[in-house]
């Protein structure tokens, strides 16, 4: 019998100690930010497009189709919010005519939500296909480093650089009169419990990814800071960096904060909707 009993005895302990270990994780993921489910929406393609200008050193004659999307954070609190908003301004879809394009409006719509659902936009960066569509979504706040917004746009709405498009620029001058702009104040802030964005990636002048706690660990929202997987996997810098070394520094960060290098989301490679296919039809769920 006492034989018997030690290894119940250890048994019982151990399976208290697994069970106050998991205690916190399963906490939040009932009741917190940790129960947020990620999604990238594709709202279209980009064809025949160059790799050396997303790669560094890429070979010159390499061309892929890429993908344009948008990404979208579900919350236990029924915040719906987004991570950059896509394009659709006529300028952009004459100039660049995209293929299988959406509105990102209507690619919000194909993980169940109305335009007016979303809450908030994080806007990784000023780019056109990222910032342009910040204006589809009646009732979102608009978020945006203090430094990507003051290095950009001047008090009459007009670009000081040439990454911002001077619509969007006049854009986010009228959002910002309209109070629906919020300044996330440098690296490593908190923009609502359990995401937070980051600088470093110098994609444009305080470009930002964006980490979010969930059930399956911290996922990293990369953007343009890391273009495609391949940045990641050969240690490449993006190709449209203002910084090189200092984008690789941020790309090893990305590294360091998701719980797994799988769960590093790149901006623009389609090979996101293959690695993770489910549910499909343009929205694949992050986990
Ligand atoms: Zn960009």
């Known amino acids: 019998m006492l034989v018997l009993r030690r290894p119940i005895l250890f048994a019982s302990l151990a399976g208290t100690l697994l069970a106050a270990c998991a205690g916190p994780a399963s906490q939040g993921g009932s009741a917190g930010p940790a129960s947020s489910e990620v999604y990238a929406l594709r709202y ?13 050193g890429a070979d010159t004659t390499r061309r892929m189709d890429i993908a344009l999307m948008v990404w979208l954070i579900k919350r236990p609190d029924g915040r719906n919010v ?22 990102p409006s209507d690619a919000v719509r194909l993980a169940g939500l109305r335009p007016e659902d979303i809450t908030d936009v994080i806007v990784s960066h000023v780019h056109w296909d ?5 204006d589809l979504f009646p009732n ?13 746009v001047n008090g009459a709405g007009r670009p000081l650089d040439r990454a911002i498009d001077s619509l969007d620029a006049a854009m986010l001058l009228a959002l910002n009169r309209a109070g629906r702009v919020r300044l996330v104040e440098g690296d490593s802030a908190e923009i609502m419990p359990g995401i937070r964005g980051y600088t470093g990636g110098k994609h444009t ?9 969930t059930a399956n660990g911290t996922i990293v929202i990369a953007s343009d800071n890391m273009y495609l ?20 520094r941020a ?37």
């Open 205 to 213: 002048f305080a470009s930002q990814f964006v980490t979010v706690q």
């Open 82 to 103: 987004l991570v950059d908003a896509g394009f659709h301004r006529d300028k952009f879809m004459q100039r660049w005519k995209p293929a299988d394009y959406l509105k």
């Open 44 to 56: 279209g393609t980009l064809r025949n497009f160059p790799v050396s200008n997303l790669v560094a």
């Open 229 to 248: 997987y391949e940045n990641f996997t050969k240690h490449a810098a993006i190709a449209q960096t203002l910084d090189a070394a200092s984008n690789l």
């Open 251 to 287: 790309q090893a960060r990305m590294g360091q904060l998701a719980s797994s290098p799988r769960l590093i989301v790149p901006g623009h490679d389609p090979e996101v909707f293959v690695r993770f296919p489910a549910p499909g039809k343009g929205v694949a769920k992050i986990q």
């Open 130 to 134: 990222h910032l342009d569509g910040a």
């Open 140 to 152: 979102a706040r608009i978020w945006l480093q203090r430094d990507e917004y003051t290095h950009h």
